[in-house]
């Protein structure tokens, strides 16, 4: 019986053995992959699909985001309203999302009803049309939104520094213009679609309470589709700026500039990349970080301030991000710089350390809290050319790291010269 007049063990987070549930790989009669996590008690689950069709793989930009985004917008046999309708029928979501390397279609459903929605989404992955009206009021809608967003310094941060990071050629470079817009004609869709939809690699993800005849019902619907063709990835050997320091003025009447700090960094293939994250963490990655701590806590020129890795596949960047009152935007990279040289020079106290390595720990079991954040974090695995020894690793690298280590890291990379400087107002 449980005794009330004693207070529970408190055990660190570190103490906690974490495990990656195991997936279920199925190979569909075209050979496509599906990676399925079958768990949960609610009788809901989603489905995955994705394709090789982010914008590393477009000839013409902003087509491979668009036509991601217009996919159910109409077919042969249905208009986007009527497609619409039928998920909103089931009390289902389909959504659309392109990245630099990806492109998905993922759908959120009450396990009963997938074989009344697979019909449709087959419909939508052999059969898009991408009527006219529908580009345009997509085209129309996107470039206003654009002029919008172009007054904010945050955006144009973000769409700068990637271009001084990469090269403005380079997929993680490139960014949206009216222009580009206005280029664009049905047909570059259709080809991107014919190219990297009907033709494409697929790789599907799935998790929840799945149908008993879940590996059934996707033979039926796409076991005869062409999902299996081979594709490499283009060579995109980034092309960086030569100069490092840049100050935009995108407002005469701003009150508050939008900084970042970035430089180029490995993918999670380096041997260093895990112990980069733990570090990562320290200086600006939660709420208790130093970058926190001195520039948002004791000097208040910020209302927060983070750093983090880029998530991407290929090349990525270590980046710091935040916005402050423009009369002290150099005074905050003055301080970030200084949070840097201090982990260079002195070592962490262990008690700080530990506060780190619980966080990140607690971060990890939080991410594993079901099905669907298991599949996720498989996805990234495996997207990444990585299996569960990568996820092991790095909770291992959390327990076991020293101060000793991580300034070691930092000497390594926070070399004020290797950082781009970016400033908009």
Request: overall charge negative.
């Amino acid at each position: 019986m449980l005794n009330r007049t004693q207070s529970p063990q408190i055990k660190d987070a570190v103490e906690f053995n974490l495990t990656l549930k195991p997936y279920q790989k199925i190979v569909l009669k075209n050979n496509a992959p599906v990676y399925a996590i079958n768990a949960g008690v609610e009788e809901v689950m989603m489905l995955e699909f994705v394709f090789y069709a982010g914008n590393n793989y477009e000839q013409k930009n902003l087509v491979a985001a668009i036509t991601n985004n217009l996919l159910k917008n109409g077919t042969s046999k249905k208009t986007a309203f009527r497609i619409n309708e039928h998920f909103e029928y089931y009390g289902a979501y389909l959504n659309r999302a392109c990245s630099n390397e990806t492109a998905t279609l993922t759908l959120h459903c009450l396990s009963k009803y997938l074989n009344k929605l697979l019909p449709v989404i087959r419909e939508i992955l052999t059969d898009s049309i991408f009527p006219e009206q529908e580009l345009e009021i997509l085209i129309q809608n996107s470039k206003q939104q654009l002029s919008v967003n172009l007054q904010k310094g945050d955006f144009v941060a973000n769409r700068f520094i990637d271009k001084y990071l990469y090269g403005e050629e380079h997929p993680y470079g490139k960014f949206s213009t009216s222009e580009a817009y206005d280029a664009f004609k049905a047909d570059d869709l259709r080809q991107f679609y014919k190219d990297h939809y009907l033709k494409g690699k697929c790789i599907l993800f799935a998790a929840g309470k799945l149908p008993a005849d879940f590996e059934e019902q996707l033979n039926i619907f796409f076991g005869d589709l062409n999902f299996n063709e081979p594709i490499l990835y283009p060579e995109n050997i980034p092309t960086p700026e030569s100069q490092k320091k840049f100050r935009i003025n995108n407002d005469p009447n701003g009150v508050q500039g939008a900084i970042r700090i970035a430089r180029p960094f490995p993918n999670r293939h380096h041997p260093d990349f895990k112990k980069a994250m733990i570090l990562n963490t320290l200086f600006g990655g939660f709420f208790g970080s130093r970058l926190m701590a001195n520039i948002r806590e004791e000097k208040g020129y910020t209302y927060g301030i983070h750093s983090y890795i880029q998530n991407h596949i290929q090349q990525t960047a270590w980046m710091i991000s935040t916005e402050a009152g423009k009369d002290v935007c150099e005074a905050t990279i003055e301080e970030v710089y200084k949070e840097m040289n201090i982990l260079k020079e002195e070592l962490v106290d262990e008690e700080e350390l530990l506060l780190v390595k619980n966080y990140m720990m607690g971060s990890n079991l939080g991410d594993l809290d079901g099905p669907f954040q298991i599949i996720n974090r498989w996805k990234n695995l495996i997207l990444n050319n990585l299996d569960e020894n990568y996820f092991y690793d790095s909770m291992n690298t959390i327990k076991n790291i020293t101060a000793e280590e991580l300034k070691q890291l930092a000497e390594k990379y926070f070399v004020a010269e290797e950082f781009f400087e970016l400033v908009v107002i």
